[in-house]
Nanobody, 117 residues
């Protein structure tokens, strides 16, 4: 079973930047998506960005501000977040999908990102 451990969350002012990291243990395939979802208070969990050797996806709300990257040798995925907005405040979860086109099958414990106005 895949284990995911996030780090890098915190409090930042609007317009600032943060970098999230997620280290995975277990059997990881680069063709399977690894990435980030988030859940804001009172809202449903939503995709932020995912990445595999086949494709990269971003939510429209973060395009041009967030960049996902992946180190397959280290089984690590990163999320560089810039121009942060209060609306980006949420718990960010690292995810991994067992299948190339499937939904996430493994979730990290989450890391809080808070953007103050």
């Amino acid at each position: 079973q895949v284990q995911l451990v996030e780090s890098g969350g915190g409090l930042v002012q609007a317009g600032g930047s943060l970098r999230l990291s997620c280290a995975a243990s277990g059997i990881i395939f680069s063709v399977n998506p690894m990435g980030w979802y988030r859940q804001a208070p009172g809202k449903q969990r939503e995709l932020v960005a995912t990445m595999s050797s086949l494709s990269t996806k971003y939510a429209d709300s973060v395009k041009g501000r967030f960049t996902i990257s992946r180190d397959n040798a280290q089984n690590t995925v990163y999320l560089q977040m810039s121009s942060l907005e209060p609306e980006d405040t949420a718990i960010y979860y690292c995810t991994y999908a067992d299948y190339r086109y499937g939904p996430p099958s493994s979730w990290g414990q989450g890391t809080q990102v808070t953007v103050s106005s």
